[in-house]
């Protein structure tokens, strides 16, 4: 037992999830339509990147593999022929739902078995009750949006006349979810999070999972921009996952970017905040160094899905990609003897597909570590099986839901 590394590279689906067509995603493929969209000259007109998909390191550890296990073809360009050097899965979701939450808890051990709440399609999405509720106790003027929105797009319908009536902008999407959007100078970065734990109460009885404090700044549509001090107000997890059994062995849990957030502080001993992929990075690099045998580094790399993955853009998704595997070998270098490193994800956002959701997917999961098994660790049916495995090598006692891959 040495430490264990934990990244979940949020959004990057393999395709192939058995049940997606109970969520209307059958045929999404998030990998694998960003590489034949690349490979097919569909490049960044900026200048940013062009022609094919090119991931040398994680293609070298079985990514190629693993998505080819999922939905019977290799991503195109992915053409790596050699022997793996990590071990490699493809993992399926058993939890209701695609969203962060449950992917995430799933992955640390915990599937999510019941229906989170979600808002109605309709305009106005929300209940009357709940927005005059939180106009009385949040002493606000009204709110701005009230509907299914991509946060990008109703900043820029709202944003000017959120600074004009102080309104915050609230919305939802197809996860359980409440979405508040406000200002940063004009509204308040303290009182948008006030605001957000005052929904967090009134949204329990409806099982919602997440408010999402939504901060920006700038002065027009060409202008506005969402900083990186948003803040999720999660339930926590059901059951005690893998961030309270390290805890609870005496380790320490390093949570990077949003992981916190995600399990509502529990299970955490040190958090690292970062905004976006490369400062994310830097973030995780020093959590590593920092780690301690039997402590667990966990991080979420939030740009995936944050900025290319629900935006539908395909060549950033594909710059994004290149960028974390040119940088992969610095967290390979810090690995020491004993260690076990896995990169995973927690669901789809096909940036090919129709809306702006996430999609049904199954996902990557690449195992590394000194004297560890390389090659197939088989068609995982639980992302808990990533959970167990990180479990099993620091050395604890196994949980009720998966099982290792060791």
């Known amino acids: 037992m040495a ?38 000259g569909g490049g960044d007109k900026s200048g940013l990147r062009s022609g094919p998909l090119r991931l040398p390191n994680m ?8 998505a080819e296990a999922a939905c019977g073809e290799r ?69 701005l949006a009230n509907k299914h929105a ?32 406000a200002h940063e100078e004009f509204f308040g970065l303290d009182r948008l999070y006030k605001l957000c734990a005052i929904t967090r109460k009134l949204v329990d009885p ?51 970017g949003k992981i916190a957030d995600i399990f509502a502080h529990r299970g955490v001993t040190d958090i690292r905040k970062a905004n976006g992929n490369e400062a994310m990075f830097d973030a995780t690099l020093q959590a590593i160094k920092d780690a301690a045998n039997g402590d667990l580094v966990f991080a979420n790399f939030v740009d995936f899905d944050q900025l290319y993955g629900h935006r539908r853009d395909v060549p950033g998704y594909a710059a994004c990609l290149e960028h974390f595997d040119r ?8 690995l020491r003897e004993g260690d076990m490193m896995i990169l995973t994800a927690d669901h789809g956002n096909d940036p090919t597909w129709h809306g702006t959701d996430h999609t049904r997917e199954q996902v990557p999961v690449l195992l590394t570590g000194s ?12 992302f808990a099986d990533i959970g167990e495995t990180l479990a099993a090598h620091l050395g604890l006692a196994a949980g009720p839901h998966g099982q290792s891959m060791l």
């Open 3 to 40: 430490r264990a590394i934990l990244i979940v590279l949020d959004s990057v689906g393999i395709g192939g999830a058995p049940d997606a067509e109970v969520f209307g995603d059958t045929g999404s493929n998030t990998l694998g339509h960003i590489a034949e969209q690349c490979a097919n």
């Open 59 to 66: 293609e070298k550890m079985g990514l190629g593999f693993a």
């Open 75 to 143: 991503p195109a360009g992915m053409e790596f022929e050699g022997e793996a050097s990590a071990g490699w899965a493809c993992a399926a979701e058993v939890s209701s739902g695609k969203d962060t939450p449950s992917g995430h808890w799933e992955i640390a051990g915990v599937p999510v078995r019941f229906d989170w709440g979600v808002f109605p399609q309709t305009i106005p999405t929300f209940p009357q009750s709940l927005t005059d509720a939180m106009i009385e106790q949040a002493d606000l003027p009204g709110v």
């Open 150 to 181: 991509s946060g990008t797009e109703v900043i820029a319908e709202f944003g000017h006349e959120h600074i004009q009536t102080g309104k915050p902008i609230v919305y939802t999407s197809a996860d359980s979810v409440v979405q508040i959007a």
């Open 206 to 256: 409806l099982n919602i999972g997440r408010v999402i404090a939504r901060p920006f700044v700038g002065m027009s549509p060409d202008t506005f921009e969402r900083t990186g001090n948003r803040r999720d107000y999660s339930v926590p997890p059901p059951e005690p996952t893998l961030l309270d059994r390290v805890e609870d062995d005496d380790s320490g849990v390093f949570a990077v």
């Open 327 to 334: 940088r992969l070998p610095e967290l390979m270098a810090l």
């Open 371 to 382: 004297g560890l098994k390389t090659g197939f660790l088989g068609k995982r049916t639980t």
